[in-house]
């Protein structure tokens, strides 16, 4: 059993300049790191070097993202735009996606780090990996990037694994709080790639997400959002895992499965409002391995994408690469007897009646998944 980890020093030069957490910084507010800064990732790869993890992963070297490979996702007016700011003094890439200079060649290598653990895990190289990718890329759009992300780093990966490797159907799932709403419109008419979406309800996008966005043309069925009730905690995580994404794979037979992996919906997280825990990510990790293995050959990759409490997301980073290389260090998360033990860790009905709706969409893939 091996396990790749996909790391560059580069990742964590991408610079977000100063914000006040999201706020552009200006007078009216005084100037902050932006939140999305490199000290919440930097701090996971550390925390896998100093618990020894590190010695048991395969290091994967990523490449940069080709043009071709970049313009599978987006057009060439915004890709060129992105370059030439970058060359400048930086610049905005859309929606509260600040960036500086050589940012294009940080992104280009983001992108290219998720192609990077697609073909390692499709040769063989290695079993699965988790990309630790810097800028993220879920939110990004054809013409525009958006909440921090540039280029659609796991839409790059997909369409890699379709056009260049063959692959037929492919399955994405974001358990980022955030909706993957660039994942979802990239592959919206497409039958051949699967996109789940857990998410906090009505958080980020704005209006974004809904549970009866379900795919359109061909590819209608083949878009779930799971828009869970702020306040959702490791019960629900679960419970949505179990009930829904797994019956949704199992009947759509991904030959590989990609999943987008923000820490933002940790109960430590400033931008949303879930409770998950370490073990709970680590719990989804594990559902996420069993499906895998029965379904794919075990071919599962994470592509980082959001998190940003830097004293937290290292555990939840370690918890997922530990399941996923089948290694525990001894590492124990200080903070997860007290965030297990809150209130609402546990299924509610009110988030029950979500999963229970969304299981429905799951469950009528059987009929339709193409062959
Ligand atoms: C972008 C602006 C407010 C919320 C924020 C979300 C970024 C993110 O982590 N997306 O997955
Ligand atoms: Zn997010």
Redesign the pocket.
């Known amino acids: 059993m091996s396990t790749g980890l996909v790391w560059d020093e580069l990742y964590m030069w991408h610079d977000t300049g100063t914000s006040a957490w999201?706020i552009p910084a200006g007078l009216t507010v005084q100037p902050l790191a932006h939140i999305e800064s490199a000290e919440g990732k930097r701090r996971i790869k550390n925390l896998v070097e100093v618990s020894g993890l590190l010695e048991h992963l395969t290091l994967l070297k990523p490449r940069a993202a080709t043009q071709e490979e970049i313009l599978r996702a987006h057009t060439r007016e915004y890709v060129d735009r992105i370059k030439r700011e970058s060359d400048a003094l930086g610049g905005d890439a859309g929606d509260?996606t600040p960036f500086g200079h050589g940012s294009y060649e940080i992104a280009l290598l983001s992108a290219g780090g998720c192609i990077t653990a697609v073909d390692a895990v499709l040769d063989g190289k290695v079993d699965n990996a988790y990309a630790l990718v810097r800028p993220?890329g879920?939110?990004a759009e054809r013409d525009s990037g958006k909440?921090?992300c540039i280029f659609a780093n796991v839409s790059i990966a997909v369409h890699h694994a379709r056009q260049v490797r063959g692959l037929k159907r492919v399955a994405v799932v974001d358990w980022?709080v955030?909706h993957g709403n660039g994942t979802e419109h990239a592959f919206y008419s497409d039958s051949s790639v699967l996109t789940i979406s857990i998410h906090q309800d009505n958080n980020?996008p704005p209006a974004s997400g809904a549970i009866t966005d379900t795919g359109a043309g061909a590819g209608e069925g083949y878009n779930i959002n799971i828009p869970l009730p702020a306040g959702s905690g490791v019960g629900a995580y679960v419970a949505t895992f179990e009930q829904v994404v797994v019956p949704a794979l199992r009947n759509f037979e991904p030959e590989l499965i990609l999943i987008a992996s923000?820490l933002?919906a940790s109960a430590m997280d400033p931008?949303a409002s879930m409770m998950m825990t370490s073990d709970g990510y680590r719990q989804l990790t594990r559902v996420m391995l069993d499906a895998a293995a029965e379904i794919c050959g075990g071919r599962l990759i994470a592509c980082h994408?959001?998190g940003y409490s830097p004293a937290y997301v290292p555990y939840c980073g370690l918890a997922i690469i530990e399941e996923l290389a089948g290694v525990r260090t001894g590492v124990e998360d200080p903070l997860l007897g007290l965030l297990a033990m809150m209130g609402g860790q546990s299924l509610q009905p009110h988030q029950q009646a979500v999963i229970e709706a969304a299981a429905k969409l799951a469950a009528g893939l059987k009929a339709r998944a193409a062959r």
């Open positions: 999201v509260l993220p879920h939110h909440g921090f980022d955030h980020f923000g933002d931008l994408e959001g």
